[in-house]
């Protein structure tokens, strides 16, 4: 069992390891490594087409965490509240958003704006206002509605485990349902909040497959990686895959080391 457990950490592994290595190679070919030379992370660095890449990733993927943030924290908490089978289709439909495969998402968000567009641009055109088309409102929408469920998913986990002793005495003492929020159910969900933040940025920012399909104009840093490989992996490109897989990975421990200081606060 050992020895089939490293067969498979090796099969998953290896190969985003040789990835890690090339992009230190001297030379000028990905698969032959001359000498070690951090060269090409400036020259990845530098590329004005890669930084802009960057910028519209890092744009798209903070502001589509936040808007899932509030959202999913509010979803979360009127959840709670639910019981019976309308809390059971609801968690139903949680899960499903998470399981079905992104290309569905991709293409059924594409198919929904266009619909949405063609409805709502002639009322615009008639009022001489600017019309709507794909770019960065289309992917910060479409990440934010998958990055929902994710948050939702995370926040009722920390709900279910929450003290409920502490809001019902907030209650016994005549404190209002806000300020039962703001002082005992905000600060014991944070560490939950945060945690969802950081997954969702995660999977907004490393996301190709749904924002292929509604990019429209605009190039994420996964549509740039992808459009340069076709014609041909240079060390640059290794070095940008490493890049973008020390930050997913920083972000994930951080997440995971949230959730777990929270648990054990709890």
Do not use: K
Request: proline share 4%; aromatic share 10%.
């Amino acid at each position: 069992m050992r020895i089939y457990a490293l067969a498979v950490y090796l099969f998953l592994y290896l190969p985003i390891a040789i990835i890690a290595l090339f992009s230190f190679n001297a030379g000028r070919h990905a698969s032959q490594f001359t000498g070690f030379s951090v060269q090409w992370y400036g020259r990845a660095l530098s590329n004005p087409f890669v930084t802009e890449a960057l910028q519209t990733s890092f744009i798209v993927a903070l502001t589509s965490a936040l808007i899932a943030c509030v959202f999913g924290t509010m979803a979360a908490l009127a959840l709670q509240g639910m019981t019976g089978r309308v809390r059971m289709v609801a968690d139903a439909l949680i899960y499903v958003a998470v399981m079905v495969p992104g290309i569905v998402i991709g293409i059924a968000t594409l198919i929904a704006l266009v619909t949405l567009f063609g409805w709502v641009n002639p009322v615009l055109e008639g009022l001489n206002l600017p019309t709507l088309s794909m770019g960065y409102g289309s992917l910060i929408a479409a990440h934010a509605l998958f990055s929902i469920a994710l948050v939702i998913i995370i926040l009722r986990a920390r709900l279910s485990g929450m003290d409920r002793s502490l809001i019902e005495a907030s209650a016994d003492l005549y404190a209002t349902p806000m300020a039962t929020f703001r002082q005992i159910t905000l600060p014991l969900i944070a560490p939950g909040i945060l945690a969802g933040f950081l997954l969702s940025f995660t999977f907004s920012f490393d996301d190709f497959i749904i924002a292929f399909f509604v990019a429209g104009s605009e190039t994420t840093l996964p549509i740039y990686v992808f459009s340069s490989i076709r014609r041909g992996v240079t060390p640059e490109i290794n070095a940008i895959g490493t890049l973008v897989l020390a930050v997913s990975l920083g972000l994930l421990v951080v997440a995971q080391v949230i959730l777990r200081r929270g648990t054990g606060g709890r």
